[in-house]
């Protein structure tokens, strides 16, 4: 994410807009695990995105997993890739 990207998630939190709402199953705070974009993560944590929330897809292996649990499934499949996003999980 780009430094405008991040002043556009933090200009529409302060406006209010929802940090914790799913699209498709997921809260951005899934969406930056999947994609493994640490500095995406922080910056929700930061501004209170909620890590406990499960996902919302039913069918899916992971569904009712929280982002704890994603990022651990995740790693499980591609360990390089996501140890960093665990780690950054892990120091909450």
Do not use: W
Request: proline letters at 5%; hydrophobic letters at 40%; charged letters at 20%.
């Amino acid at each position: 994410m780009t430094r405008r990207g991040y002043a556009l998630l933090r200009h529409f939190a302060a406006r209010g807009e929802p940090l914790n709402g799913y699209h498709n199953g997921l809260a951005p705070v899934h969406e930056a695990v999947l994609y493994a974009d640490v500095g995406y993560l922080r910056a929700l944590l930061e501004l209170g995105a909620d890590p406990s929330l499960p996902i919302d897809s039913p069918g899916k292996d992971y569904h009712g997993f929280n982002a704890f649990e994603f990022a651990v499934f995740l790693e499980s499949r591609n360990q390089e890739i996501y140890q960093t996003i665990r780690a950054e999980l892990d120091a909450l």
